[in-house]
């Protein structure tokens, strides 16, 4: 699978181009398929107003509407009361999930619950996250980032990339997110760590790294 992380989504044109190209076609000829379910574990974000514009294509975040072919909705929480067949070839047969953010370790327990993190290895579709919905696929978050807690506690994540992220660096809303702050969460990784703001966004290709910005980032080593 290929992943596309970002921040706070398809921002500028260096981040859209770097969709296109993992695509192989254009946005108009691509589908789609929403994940909001980080949203409802974080306070700040659902449920609500912010949810509907998500999945609407009416957030200050650029994903849903960005003119694809067709976009559905995936609620990871409803996956568990369903059969499989009745959305696991839809999974398949989407070229890209556009998931949400909100809660990381929310998100990392729904994608475990409903399967999804198991299927996630074998999919040709393009993952594009932003905040949270790219943190869980981390390994870990860091305790600065526990909100949610899981049944089990901890801050693990997915870990199907083997760095972790600490995105909105110095949003002019969060007055914490600045580099000191994010030195001092890398200081307690253990693996790589980036720091990056809403202009940036991590392509990973086969395990390759390549990092998309227009803003400004930082990568931290253990």
Known sequence: MKFLLTSAGINNKSIQDALVDMLGKPIAESSALCIPTAMY????????????????????????????KSVGVLE??????????RWVPLVRETDVLLVAGGDALYLCHWMRQSGLADLLPSLNAVYVAMSAGSMVMAPNIGEDFVGWT??????????????????????????????????????????????????TAIKVIDGAVEVVSEGHWKLFSP
């Open 41 to 68: 574990g974080h306070p700040w974000v659902g449920p609500g107003v912010k949810a509907w514009q998500f999945i609407s294509g009416n957030s200050e975040n650029p994903m849903v509407e960005l003119g694809w």
């Open 76 to 85: 990871l929480t409803a996956l568990p009361s369903i059969a499989e067949d």
């Open 150 to 199: 899981p049944p089990n506690g901890g801050d693990e994540t997915l870990g199907l990339v083997d760095f972790s992220m600490f995105p909105h660096l110095d949003h002019e809303l969060l007055p914490g997110n600045t580099m000191a702050a994010a030195e001092r969460w890398a200081a307690g990784m253990q693996r790589p760590s980036y720091a990056m703001d809403d202009q």
